[in-house]
C-alpha cells in the first residue's frame, strides 16, 4: 500500500481536475500506545498504527464524504464522494475564501512514543503505590494513551498542509469502599506531547487518594439553589458548556430564531466577563497553526465586557452567516467529517482574591475538580469532583460530589465574582457529533456564580 | 491472517487474531434538509499474544504489517498482565440471524426518501420544529482465530435511522427525538413520527415542579439515561473482582425489588448487538443478572473469568482494546402495570424521559444526578406538561430496592436496553419552579 505522502502526491492534480465545487483530502498516519491498571496490577498495554484518509467534496451546497483506510484505488473514492455530493446538492455551494496555504508544520515535540513503554509503566506503578499506601482505599484505576500522528491537508484550491499532532493524556482514580457504600475520586492531566507534566504528580495522587476515602464519611448535600463557588478547573467546564458549545456556528447559522437569539451585542454577562477561545496559544491541547480545513488559527473573543462579540466557525458557516472565518473547523481523525469546534476556551482573569470571593458568602458551595459536563444549548450540567460547603465566609465540611445545573442564557449574568488567578485545564476531552475525545483544554479563575442550582439527596 | 498467526507462533507459546471490516454508509439531514452522505471503509486488526505467560496487545489497519504488529505485541508482552486463560478451541455456536442482504442493497435514494418523510410526518404536526436525523446501513464482517484451532467468522447488517427536533421559543428550547436500529431495513418511519408526536403533545404546557421528595415514572428512554450506566457497572465481573461493585458480594441475594428482573441476551435474532459469539470466540449465552430482585450472575470474558473462578459468560468485548466484560443487550422483564394506570396513581409527581447529565457522578456507588431535559408534571392522575429547571437525584441500589410498579409494555432503547417503564415511589427534586 502507498504511504500517505506519496498518495498524497497522487491526489494533488486529482483533485484540482474534480468536476466539484470544491474537494479536499486528509491523509493520516498514527502511532498510539496505552497502559491501564485496575487495581494493584497493570491491565492492559498495547500499542498500535493506523493509517486511513478520506476525501470531502461540495458540490451545489451538498456535502459528500468517504474516508477509507486502504489507500489503494483513491480515484473511486474521489468519485463516490463527488456523486454523493451531487445527490444532496440543490442549492449553492458558499464557503468563506481563505488563501491556498503550502506549509510544513515542524514538529515541536519528540514523540512521547519515543519513551520506552517500560519507563512510562515505571512512573505509574510509583503512583499506583502511592494510591495503594493509603489506608481505606479499595481499588485504582489508571490509564495513559498517547498518540503521535502526522497528517496531510490538500484542496482543489491548492492548499498543501503537512501537520504533525501529538497528544497525551492520563487519568487517574482512587476508589473507597465501606458500608456498601462506594465512593471515587480522580485526576485528570493532559499535553501537547510533553510528558514532563505526568512525571510530577504524587503529591496530588496522594491527595486525591485521602480525599476518596474522606467521601466515605462526608455528607450529600442538601439539593437547592445556592451561591457556588468553582475552581479554575471546574470553571473551566463550566465556560466550555455553559456558553462555549452555543458560540460553535454550526448550530446556529441555518436556525434562525437561535440567529436571533446569538445576535451579536446582546448582553450575557456583566462588564466584567470576557470569554475567549484562542487556538494560538502555544504548548496548549487545543492548540494548531492550521484547522481541518486549512484554515490559519485565529484567537476569537465571543464575549467581551459582557456582551456577544463573536463566534467559532468554519469556512461555510462563516460564508452563511457573512463573518470571517475563524480557523475552527476540527476533525477527530480521518474518519469524521470537520466539524466548527472549541480549541483554548477562557474567562479572563479580573482582580479579585479568592479570600474576597468566599469573604460574604453565609452558606454556598465551594466546588472543584471536574467529573464531566454536558448541555444541551438551553441548560447545562456539570459535575465537580470535590465539593465542600462555605459557612461564614469560610471553606467548611467537605460533601459529596455534586451536580450543578442552569440555563445557559442566564447564569453567565449570575457570575458575580471574578478572581486574578487563570488557570488552564488540560485533562478535558470534548464530544459533539460522535467525535469524542477531541482534545482542547478550558480554563479560569476562581468565580462566584448567585443562585446555581444543586442537586442533592 | 493466518500468516500473521503463523509468524506470531514463532515467538509466542499462544496467540489470536481478530479482524473487523466495516463498511457504513449514512445520509444526515439538518435543518429538516438533506445535507450530508457519508460512506466509511475501515479495517482493524488486533492480535493477542501469551508470551512467556505474559499478554501482549497490538493494532493496526494494515494487513502487509505483519512485522511491526508482531513486534508491537511482544514488547508489550514484556510486562503485559499474566495470562490466566487459555484461548478456546473449535467449538460449535448457537445460529443466529444477523444478516439481511436487504441492507447492503439498499439504495440511497430510498434512504433519503425515508428520512424526508420521517421529517415530513413531524414537521406536519409542528411546523415551526427544525430536524436532524440520519439514516444509515452498515455492514460488518468479524474474522477470529487462535492457535488453539479456535475460530469464528460472522457477517452482521445494521440499519439505523434517528431524528432530533427542536422547538425554539425566545431563549425556551424543547428537544424531542427517537431512534431505532434492527439488522432488517427499516420502512415504517410513522411508528417513530408518533413517538415524537406524543412527546411534541405532552410537553406542550409549561408545568412546574415542587422541591422535595416526589413519585417519579422512568420511562424506557428515563430508565437508560438515569439508572443503567451504574448496573452495567456494578454486574462487570472486573469491577466485582475489584471489590469496587455495591453488590460483588451478594451474589443470591435478594438486593432489589422483587418485581425486578434483568438479563443480557445477545441472542435475540436481528437485533444489532446479537452474535453467535464474543470478541474472544466464546458462545454467545444468555445471562440472568437479576431474578425476582436476586442478584444472579456477573458478566465475564476469559481473563477475568479465571481470576474469578468462574467461566466466561461469553460477554468478552473490544471495544478497540483488549477484551473486556461488557453486556450485549440488557433486557429487564416486563411487569403487570400499564403505563396509564402509573400515572393515574400519581396525585403529585414526574414522568421522565430524559435525565441530562446522570452519569458524570459517582456511577459506581450507584448514585445518579440530572436535569430533567424532558419529562413531564403529574397532577391528580394526568400528565399536565413539561418541567424545567429541575433536577432528580438518588442512588440507584435504593431506587430499585422498592418499586411501586414495573410496567407491561417493554421497549427498545438504543439497540442496547429493553426495558418498560418503572414507577419509583419517592425521589429528591430539586427545581427552581
Known amino acids: 500500500m502507498p504511504d500517505i505522502k506519496s498518495a498524497a502526491a497522487q491526489l494533488v492534480e486529482t483533485l484540482k481536475e474534480s468536476k466539484a465545487d470544491y474537494i479536499e483530502a486528509h491523509l493520516e498516519e498514527s502511532q498510539r500506545s496505552h497502559i491501564t491498571y485496575r487495581g494493584r496490577e497493570l491491565e492492559s498495554a498495547g500499542q498500535s498504527s493506523a493509517v486511513g484518509g478520506n476525501i470531502r467534496a461540495l458540490v451545489k451546497g451538498g456535502w ?93 484550491t491548492g492548499s498543501y498542509i503537512e501537520q504533525p499532532r501529538t497528544d497525551i493524556t492520563l487519568r487517574l482514580s482512587a476508589v473507597a469502599a465501606g458500608d456498601g457504600d462506594v465512593q471515587q ?30 467521601l466515605l464519611s462526608a455528607p450529600q448535600v442538601k439539593g437547592g439553589e445556592y451561591t457556588v463557588v468553582l475552581d479554575p478547573v471546574l470553571a473551566g467546564v463550566f465556560v466550555h458548556e ?12 441555518e436556525d434562525d430564531r437561535l440567529r436571533e437569539i446569538m445576535s451579536l451585542g446582546k448582553k450575557f454577562g456583566s462588564k466584567e466577563l470576557n470569554i475567549i477561545d484562542s487556538a494560538t496559544l502555544p504548548g496548549l491541547r487545543g492548540s494548531y497553526k492550521y484547522d481541518d480545513e486549512g484554515v490559519p488559527a ?34 477527530m481523525n480521518y474518519r469524521y467529517p470537520p466539524i466548527v469546534r472549541m480549541t483554548n476556551t477562557y474567562i479572563e482573569p479580573g482582580k479579585a482574591s479568592f479570600d474576597d470571593i468566599i469573604a460574604g458568602i453565609k452558606e454556598g458551595v465551594y466546588a472543584k475538580n471536574w ?61 459533539k457529533g460522535g467525535q469524542f475525545p477531541l482534545p482542547v483544554s478550558n480554563g ?8 446555581c442550582l444543586v442537586g442533592g439527596g | 491472517m493466518e500468516k500473521i498467526l503463523a509468524l506470531a507462533r514463532k515467538t509466542a507459546e499462544a496467540a489470536e487474531v481478530f479482524e473487523v471490516a466495516a463498511e457504513e454508509t449514512s445520509v444526515q439531514f439538518e435543518t429538516n434538509r438533506l445535507k450530508h452522505i457519508e460512506s466509511k471503509q475501515s479495517t482493524h486488526l488486533a492480535l493477542r499474544i501469551i508470551k512467556e505467560g505474559r499478554l501482549g496487545y497490538a493494532t493496526t489497519t494494515e494487513r502487509d504489517d505483519v512485522k511491526s504488529l508482531i513486534s508491537n505485541a511482544v514488547e508489550t508482552a514484556w510486562f503485559g498482565m499474566p495470562a490466566r486463560f487459555e484461548l478456546p478451541a473449535l467449538s460449535s455456536y448457537p445460529q443466529i440471524e444477523i444478516f439481511d442482504p436487504a441492507v447492503e442493497a439498499a439504495p440511497l435514494e430510498e434512504m433519503d426518501k425515508l428520512g424526508q418523510e420521517l421529517i415530513e410526518l413531524i414537521t406536519g404536526h409542528t411546523p415551526e420544529i427544525l430536524c436532524e436525523a440520519g439514516v444509515s446501513k452498515d455492514t460488518i464482517s468479524v474474522k477470529l482465530i487462535n492457535s488453539n484451532g479456535g475460530q469464528a467468522e460472522y457477517k452482521k447488517s445494521i440499519f439505523s435511522i434517528g431524528i432530533m427536533g427542536s422547538l425554539i421559543r425566545g431563549t425556551d428550547m424543547l428537544f424531542v427525538g427517537e431512534s431505532r436500529s434492527s439488522c432488517n431495513p427499516i420502512t415504517r418511519p410513522k411508528e417513530i ?21 416526589l413519585p417519579v415514572i422512568f420511562t424506557p428512554r428515563g430508565v437508560a439515561s438515569a439508572l443503567v450506566p451504574s448496573l452495567v457497572t456494578a454486574f462487570n465481573g472486573k469491577t466485582v473482582l475489584q471489590g469496587a461493585s455495591p453488590i460483588g458480594q451478594k451474589l443470591g441475594k435478594s438486593v432489589f425489588d422483587s418485581k425486578i428482573s434483568l438479563w443480557d441476551d445477545p441472542t435475540i435474532a436481528f437485533r444489532p448487538h446479537s452474535r453467535p459469539c464474543d470478541d474472544e470466540g466464546v458462545a454467545s449465552q444468555r445471562t440472568s443478572l437479576i431474578e425476582g430482585g436476586v442478584v444472579a450472575n456477573f458478566l465475564y470474558d476469559l481473563q477475568t473469568a479465571a481470576l474469578a473462578n468462574t467461566k466466561s459468560t461469553g460477554s468478552g468485548s473490544r471495544g478497540g482494546g483488549l477484551p473486556a466484560p461488557t453486556p450485549s443487550a440488557l433486557i429487564v422483564a416486563p411487569g403487570q402495570t400499564s403505563m396509564d394506570d402509573m400515572v393515574k396513581d400519581i396525585k403529585e409527581g414526574l ?4 435525565l441530562m447529565g446522570a452519569e458524570q457522578g459517582n456511577i459506581l456507588g450507584g448514585d445518579f444526578s440530572g436535569n430533567v431535559l424532558l419529562g413531564y408534571k403529574v397532577e391528580s392522575g394526568k400528565i399536565v406538561g413539561r418541567v424545567k429547571n429541575t433536577m432528580v437525584s438518588g442512588n440507584v441500589y435504593q431506587v430499585l430496592k422498592e418499586v411501586t410498579a414495573v410496567g407491561s409494555q417493554a421497549e427498545w432503547v438504543g439497540g442496547f436496553l429493553n426495558t418498560p417503564p418503572l414507577y419509583c415511589p419517592r425521589l429528591s427534586v430539586a427545581s427552581k419552579g
Request: aromatic residues 6%.
Open chain 1, 64 to 156: 459528500g464524504f468517504v474516508s477509507f483506510n486502504d489507500l489503494n484505488d483513491l480515484p473511486r473514492r474521489i468519485e463516490l464522494a463527488v456523486k454523493q455530493a451531487t445527490l444532496v446538492g440543490k442549492e449553492e455551494s458558499r464557503l468563506a475564501p481563505v488563501e491556498p496555504v503550502v506549509d510544513t508544520v515542524a514538529s515541536k515535540q519528540d514523540s512521547p512514543l519515543a519513551i520506552p513503554l517500560a519507563e512510562k509503566k515505571e512512573l505509574l506503578d510509583e503512583y499506583n503505590q502511592i494510591i495503594w499506601r493509603t489506608p481505606g482505599l479499595q481499588t485504582s484505576v489508571i490509564g495513559y494513551a498517547d498518540s503521535h500522528k502526522k497528517t496531510i491537508f490538500l484542496s482543489s
Open chain 1, 371 to 431: 467529573f464531566g459536563g454536558t448541555t444541551s444549548m438551553e441548560m447545562f450540567t456539570f459535575s465537580a469532583g470535590e465539593a465542600y460547603m462555605i459557612r461564614n465566609g469560610k471553606i467548611a465540611e467537605a460533601l459529596r460530589p455534586v451536580v450543578l445545573t442552569g440555563n445557559v442564557f442566564t447564569t453567565l449574568n449570575n457570575i458575580d465574582a471574578i478572581g486574578n488567578d487563570l488557570d488552564m485545564n488540560q485533562g478535558g476531552g470534548c464530544g
Open chain 1, 444 to 451: 479560569s479563575p476562581h468565580i462566584r456564580i448567585s443562585r
Open chain 2, 351 to 354: 414522568v421522565i424521559e430524559q
Open chain 2, 193 to 213: 413520527a408518533e413517538v415524537v408526536i406524543r412527546q411534541l403533545e405532552l410537553a406542550k404546557n409549561p408545568a412546574s415542579a415542587p422541591t422535595g421528595q
Open chain 1, 242 to 253: 455553559a456558553f462555549g458549545h452555543l458560540s460553535e456556528s454550526d448550530f446556529v447559522y
Open chain 1, 185 to 214: 475520586s480522580g485526576l485528570s492531566l493532559g499535553s501537547r506531547g510533553d510528558f514532563s507534566p505526568m512525571r510530577r504528580l504524587h503529591q496530588e495522587v496522594e491527595e486525591m487518594a485521602k480525599h476518596a476515602v474522606a
Open chain 1, 298 to 331: 485565529t484567537e476569537t473573543y465571543l464575549i467581551k465586557e459582557g456582551k456577544l462579540v463573536g463566534r467559532l466557525h468554519s469556512r461555510e458557516t462563516a460564508a452563511k452567516m457573512g463573518e470571517k472565518p475563524t480557523g475552527n473547523a476540527r476533525a
